[in-house]
Structures are given as structure tokens and as C-alpha cells.
């Protein structure tokens, strides 16, 4: 046995990198082998956002860094501004097409054996003043348990940046060590430009991970034996350089887009929504951080919920051991922080929950570093600490027991749950009780797994199937149609596919500077209104849309083409993708008005967000829902007219700013409307009444003019409309002329 000792402990550092390189190789090969079983031995991938990363590769490697498509302009549409460009390498070399997936496959694979390789150093660390304790043997634990969730395996080899994400947090981790072991002041202070650095790659491939840098530099800048200009310094090299990468980014953003936030920030977060209370964007919150948790404990962590909790709490005895606490407590830091950040995004419940798997991969970190230093003879587990961490498993396994459909909370009293983690910690105290509990939970928990692995195995393969089946399949039938430019409700594979130029009418993808992002969550009318201000040469004269998505758009707009289905649909956005040709005649015949008002010196167009944006309008909270309207034309019945607003509701205000005016000198301001019910509507200009009108319902454009007063008028007025009731206002455009 000694000989034994002796042999691992000479070739352990060998032995450890060939069992990361094969556990990553088998956990890659399984999935990858089910999507070839679905999809006939052609690659694909699991979610149509994975192209989105393969649209910005392409574009990058053609000249054109930043755009979703190449001459589209700028777009702030993919928050992972780094890892296009690794795409973008291995499309250069010729990783074209479908292959470029199979680059996205050799990435992922080198990402996730490097972040075991350097993971590992907090175990080792951990030994250092015993070096030749068998907790060596149990660091070869981390493999096996970083990649026995099936979630987690299953994010990593999407495609998507996780498993990128990841790599570039352990070189991070790499700078922190070297902090850790700098033995004077010029060396903590290179040692901190690299963890500066290290951050800078961190956010640039998530911006959310600006909290994770944030955690190193807090874990630094408390060690022992620094002085507090030692502690300040860390703290300022190491978050400067992610600070000035998010700003510049920002920047860039308003400079080319007009909207500081990515659009996708835009897009996916509460917070922006305009339509929505603060209480509502705080349940909206909660939601999302009860979801991202229990959602991961209670189903993909195991098939039987009552052991849900063996890796949490793993994961807290690693914060009880003092061996093991700082490390501990620098993972589930990292781990809390990204749920509550992460948590912000509407899109943390969908696709299979992949915004919280970096959380899910420091937690397994954090597990497999608790069972390692559990199963040192050596280790004591402090009877306090250890109660602490053990008295979340019976809270658990009490929610696990709450009445269905019911919120997750602690249910059981923190009394009882401590006396159960007391008696725990007691056993835990004595190492012939300690060892076989811990390979217990340990073997419990991946027996547990196998289920969810295999399902998570099958996922993958069927969801790459659906991928191939209906958006390549239609990103074919669009190549062949060869359209001047094609709208798009999901910016991925379907341009990518095709490509040609696309249009995202949810606003991901950009276009120029026209704010589609924005738009989006105003409701289709306002993109709409968008679509209206492109050169008619450059819309889309392709629609490849779910119809269910989009209301009225492909009725109104749109001739149907093909159906593209995806039998045994498990992520597309629909059963059939469908492809219509697009018919815009309509845009552009609502912008003049139908009643005389003389010189037309200026207009308000409502719900489109450039003009409404130039005339600073505004409306008070309740009213602001947009709507559009295709009605017969006041000056030709036999003609249609097109135009999009917004609802006035009872007691509501709009405000607005007129300009181009010759001061003193009367002018006659026009509003057009579609009423459905009666209402009485008070018009002020700066800050007078100058009319009320009594609107009564009408199944037709109405188009109403006021006469302002000579002494109300300057070279710029401030108009508010206030509606009394009982009924709401549709407005679609107001003008003024003198």
C-alpha cells in the first residue's frame, strides 16, 4: 500500500489532468452522441440562441465586428461581447456553416477541462502544509461531481458561452492565487492587474459577472497582513479594468444605438418594462429568484426532491471547515450574488435554466470541496458551524412537503431544524461516522441523478432535432428565396442559415440605430412604426414568424409562403415556423392630416419612439398601451389608411412638445383618434386650457382640430391632453400648422 502511496503521489498531478480530460470527453461524447442519433449524424444545437452567438461569429469574421449581420450597423444585441470573437477564430480557419457548431463543441470541451484543471488548485491549497494528506486522492472528486448535473453538462455543450463563461472565471481564479501568494507589495500589485485583467475577460463574456470579480477582489482585499492601502489597491486594480470595459461598453452603446443598455438588457429585464407598477416588478423579481432556486434544487439536482438538499449543504460544510471557509466563502458569494443578479432577467426561466448554471457550477465546486475536506481523518467539523449548515437539510425537505402550487418558504420551526443539525454535526464530529455518511450522500445523490441525466441526454438530442427540423430547414427554404432582407421573431439560426440580411422584430439583432429593443416591449405597434421610417427598399420583404406570436402582423402584412413544423417540439417557439411574403403598401399612408390646419410646421407620430422621443411625450402611468388601426381614408373611403397609437385611459395625461413655430401667431393643432367609447378631453398648452372636447365613439379615423390662440403661442409649446372619462382616447398623430 505504501508502494501505492508513494507511485500516486509521484504522478497525481498526470493522473488528475487524464481523469478531467476523460470526464470531460465522456460527458461531451454522451451528449453530443444523443444529437447525432436525433438529427441523423448532423450537427445542430439545442437552442436557436446559440446562432444568435454564431450571427455575431460570422460578422466579425467578415470586417464587421459587433453587428448581428454584416451592414446592419452596430448592434448591442449579444451581452457576451467576447465570445463571438472565439467563434469568430475558428470560422476563419474554416469551422463555416453547420461546423461551426463542431468549434463551438472543441471550445466547450478545452473550456471545461481547464476550469477542472485550475479548479483544482482549491483543493491543493488547502494542503499546504500537508502535502502528502490522501484529501489528494479526494480532489479527484471534482470532475465527476462538476459534471454529474445534467443541466449544467447540458448548458456546457449547447453552444451557448457557459462553459467559455467559465474557463475565463478560473483565470481569474489563477489571479487570485497569485495574490494570494505574492510575498511583497510590487508583487501584489502585479498580482492585482491580473485579477484586473482576468475581470476584464469575465465581463466582457458576461457582463452579470461583474459581481463575480467583484467577490474576488472583496476576498482579496480581506487576507491577513495587508495594510489598508494594500487592501484599497487590490480592490482598484482589480474592479478598474471591468469598470472602464462596462462604461466603454455603455458608451458605445448611446453613441450608435441611443440606448446606453444592451438590447438585450432592454428586452429581457422587469425594470425596463414601462407598462408595469414597482410592486409588480418586485413580485416579477421574486418569482424569478423562488424559480432559479428551487427549480434547480428540487429538479434538476435529483429525481425525488426530499434529497435536495445534499449539495447545498456539502456546500455549507465547506464553509463550516476552516480549512476549507475562505474558499467556501468565496464560491457561494460568487454563487448568491449571480442569483440575485440573474434574477433581473424574465428569461431566467426558460431554456433549461441556463442563466443560472455558472451559480450551479461554483456550488458543485463549493459541494466537492466540502466532501473533500469531510473525508479528512484530521478534519473536526466546528459543532456550530456544522449545526448551521446541516439544519437547512430538514427546512428542505419541509418545503419539499408544502401543499402544491403553494410559494416555497420555511416552513419548519428553526428550533427543531437546529436540534436535527446538532445531532448531525455530533456525528460529523467522529470520522468513522463522518466518512461513510458523507460517501453515502454522496453515492445517494448520483444515484438520484441518473434519471435526470439520461432526460437531460434526451433533451439535448431532441432539442438540437427541432432545431435542424424547423429553423435550418426554413433558414434553407430562405436561402433559396433569396429576400432582399427577412424579419425574424427569433435572431438566430434562421439568418444565420439563410444568410441574408434580417430584420429582428423583437430587437436583439439591431438595425442601425433605430431602437427595435425599445420597441419591443412597447408592443408591436411601436416596431411597427419603426419598420415605417426604413427606406422602402430596405424592409423586409420576408416574414419568418410564429403567427401566435404576433397578433395581426402576418393578416395585416403578410402572404403566406410555407410551413416549417417541428414534429415532437420541445424548444421551438411553436410547432410551425412560418414564411410569408411581406406587403408594406400600407406604412406611410396615416402621416399627413385629413383636416385643414395650414403650414404643417410639425408632428407628433404616437407610438413611434424616435419621434415620440423628439418630442419629449410622455404619459402618466396606467395609459400608454399601444394599438394600431387599419381604417378606411377620411379623404377616400375606398383606400385604407395605416397608423399606430396609444390609449389615453379615464383620468390620464399625455404631454408632449411642439416646435418650428413663428411665435404670436395663431396656430391650429390636429389630433387624430379611433374612439371606441365616449370621453371629454382637455387640451393645455403651456399650462393653460385652451379647449375641451367631447370625443363619442366612432367606428372610423376621427380627426379633430383646435384652434390655439395667438397669445399661447411661442417658437416651441408644451401641449397636455387630460382625459375625464368615462372612456379612454386612442391617439395615433398630432399636428400643428400656422
Known amino acids: 500500500m505504501r508502494a501505492l502511496h508513494r507511485l500516486f503521489l509521484r504522478y497525481e498531478r498526470a493522473l488528475y489532468v487524464l481523469w478531467a480530460a476523460a470526464c470531460t470527453l465522456a460527458s461531451a461524447r454522451e451528449f453530443y452522441g444523443y444529437m447525432m442519433m436525433q438529427t441523423g449524424g448532423h450537427w445542430s444545437a439545442p437552442l436557436d440562441d446559440v446562432f444568435i452567438h454564431f450571427d455575431y461569429a460570422r460578422a466579425a469574421a467578415e470586417g464587421h465586428p459587433f453587428e448581428w449581420f454584416s451592414g446592419n450597423g452596430y448592434s448591442s444585441g449579444n451581452t457576451s461581447l467576447l465570445y463571438p470573437f472565439v467563434l469568430a477564430a475558428g470560422y476563419a480557419v474554416g469551422f463555416r456553416k453547420m461546423l461551426i457548431m463542431e468549434w463551438a463543441a472543441i471550445v466547450a470541451m478545452t473550456s471545461t477541462f481547464v476550469t477542472l484543471w485550475i479548479a483544482r488548485g482549491l483543493f491543493l491549497r488547502t494542503l499546504a502544509k500537508k502535502p502528502t494528506d490522501l484529501a489528494r486522492a479526494t480532489s479527484f472528486l471534482l470532475p465527476p461531481m462538476f459534471l454529474g448535473v445534467g443541466a449544467l453538462d447540458w448548458s456546457l455543450w449547447s453552444g451557448m458561452e457557459v462553459a467559455f463563461f467559465l474557463a475565463t472565471w478560473a483565470l481569474a481564479l489563477l489571479a487570485f492565487f497569485a495574490f494570494e501568494d505574492a510575498k511583497d507589495d510590487p508583487a501584489r500589485r502585479r498580482a492585482g492587474w491580473l485579477l484586473g485583467g482576468a475581470g476584464l475577460v469575465l465581463v466582457t463574456t458576461r457582463p452579470e459577472a461583474a459581481t463575480t470579480i467583484a467577490c474576488f477582489g472583496l476576498v482579496a482585499a480581506l487576507g491577513r497582513g495587508l495594510s489598508l492601502r494594500a487592501r484599497a489597491g487590490v480592490l482598484v486594480r482589480g474592479g ?306 410564429y403567427p401566435s406570436w404576433w397578433g395581426t402582423l402576418p393578416v395585416w402584412f403578410g402572404t403566406e409562403i410555407a410551413r416549417i413544423p417541428a414534429p415532437g417540439n420541445v424548444i421551438c417557439g411553436g410547432y410551425e415556423d412560418v414564411l410569408y411574403r411581406a406587403d408594406w403598401s400600407l406604412l406611410g399612408t396615416g402621416e399627413l392630416p385629413r383636416v ?104 372610423g379615423w376621427v380627426e379633430r382640430t383646435i384652434a390655439i390662440p395667438a397669445d399661447r403661442v411661442s417658437s416651441t409649446i408644451d401641449v397636455v391632453l387630460a382625459n375625464d372619462g368615462p372612456g379612454e382616447v386612442p391617439l395615433f398623430h398630432v399636428w400643428i400648422g400656422q
Open 240 to 545: 478598474l479594468p471591468s469598470i472602464a470595459a462596462l462604461a466603454l461598453q455603455a458608451v458605445a452603446n448611446r453613441a450608435f444605438t441611443g440606448e446606453a443598455s444592451a438590447s438585450g438588457a432592454i428586452v429581457k429585464l422587469a425594470v425596463n418594462n414601462p407598462f408595469l407598477t414597482t410592486d409588480e416588478k418586485i413580485a416579477d423579481y421574486t418569482q424569478n429568484l423562488r424559480y432559479a432556486i428551487f427549480r434547480n434544487l428540487e429538479y434538476h439536482f435529483t429525481d425525488w426532491a426530499f434529497i435536495d438538499f445534499i449539495v447545498p449543504v456539502l456546500a455549507l460544510l465547506a464553509l463550516a471547515m476552516p480549512e476549507t471557509r475562505r474558499y467556501a466563502a468565496l464560491l457561494l458569494a460568487q454563487l448568491v450574488s449571480w442569483i440575485l443578479l440573474v434574477s433581473l432577467n424574465g428569461q431566467v426561466r426558460w431554456q433549461n435554466e441556463r442563466y443560472t448554471m455558472p451559480a450551479v457550477a461554483w456550488l458543485l465546486v463549493c459541494a466537492a470541496l466540502g466532501a473533500c475536506a469531510l473525508f479528512r481523518r484530521t478534519a473536526r467539523p466546528p459543532i456550530v458551524w456544522a449545526a448551521l449548515a446541516a439544519s437547512l437539510a430538514p427546512q428542505l425537505v419541509a418545503i419539499v412537503l408544502r401543499p402544491s402550487y403553494t410559494i416555497p418558504t420555511f416552513r419548519l420551526s428553526w428550533s427543531i431544524a437546529l436540534a436535527i443539525g446538532l445531532g448531525v454535526a455530533l456525528l460529523l464530529r467522529a470520522w468513522i461516522f463522518r466518512a461513510p455518511i458523507v460517501a453515502a450522500a454522496l453515492l445517494v445523490a448520483a444515484d438520484h441523478q441518473v434519471t435526470k441525466m439520461r432526460d437531460q441526454k434526451w433533451f439535448f438530442g431532441r432539442a438540437s432535432r427541432n432545431i435542424r427540423d424547423q429553423h435550418l430547414r426554413a433558414g434553407d427554404i430562405l436561402a433559396a428565396l433569396a429576400p432582399h432582407r427577412v424579419l425574424v421573431g427569433d435572431a438566430g439560426a434562421l439568418v444565420y442559415e439563410s444568410d441574408r440580411p434580417g430584420l429582428d422584430i423583437i430587437g436583439l439583432g439591431g438595425y442601425h440605430d433605430l431602437p427595435f429593443a425599445r420597441a419591443g416591449i412597447h408592443g408591436l405597434p411601436a416596431s411597427i412604426e419603426l419598420i415605417e421610417r426604413m427606406p422602402p427598399a430596405d424592409r423586409p420583404d420576408v416574414l419568418a414568424i
Open 596 to 699: 385643414e390646419i395650414g403650414d404643417l410646421r410639425d408632428v407628433l407620430d404616437v407610438a413611434d419612439l424616435v419621434s415620440e422621443d423628439a418630442h419629449h411625450y410622455a404619459y402618466s402611468r396606467g395609459s400608454g398601451w399601444t394599438d394600431m388601426k387599419i381604417l378606411p381614408d377620411l379623404a377616400n373611403p375606398r383606400r385604407d389608411v395605416f397608423d399606430a397609437g396609444r390609449a389615453l385611459f379615464a383620468h390620464g395625461t399625455e404631454r408632449f412638445v411642439l416646435s418650428h413655430l413663428d411665435p404670436h401667431v395663431p396656430a391650429t393643432l390636429a389630433l387624430r383618434t379611433a374612439p371606441t367609447g365616449g370621453a371629454r378631453l382637455h387640451v393645455l398648452v403651456g399650462g393653460a386650457e385652451i379647449a375641451a372636447l367631447s370625443i363619442e365613439p366612432f367606428d
